[in-house]
């Protein structure tokens, strides 16, 4: 997700938080695994990996600190799972704090 010009300045936010649906149930040989990414605009990264719950909403708090990363430029937050195959997630109140 690219944010817009005027939402990139998160000077005053700690942490980007959001929750996130799995539908399927648990393969215990292969879990959903859900990596979130936030991009600076000098290309600096913060990053976090989670293991999605089976049916049910998983909690993901992303800090926005460390390894020089700028919170005044945010650009861009992505979000990958890691499958082999096609995966469905639905996601619910994405906001910083």
């Known amino acids: 997700y690219s944010l817009p010009s005027r939402w990139r300045n998160l000077s005053w936010a700690r942490r980007i938080e959001l929750d996130v649906y799995n539908p399927s149930g648990m393969n215990w040989k292969n879990p959903w695994k859900l990596k979130v990414v936030a991009f600076d605009s000098r290309g600096k990264r913060t990053w976090q990996r989670f293991i999605l719950k089976p049916k049910d909403w998983t909690h993901i708090s992303l800090p ?13 937050i992505v979000i990958k799972v890691a499958s082999d195959s096609t995966r469905t997630i639905h996601i619910d109140g994405l906001l910083a704090r």
């Open 64 to 76: 926005l600190t460390g390894g020089g990363f700028n919170r005044r430029s945010v650009s861009r």
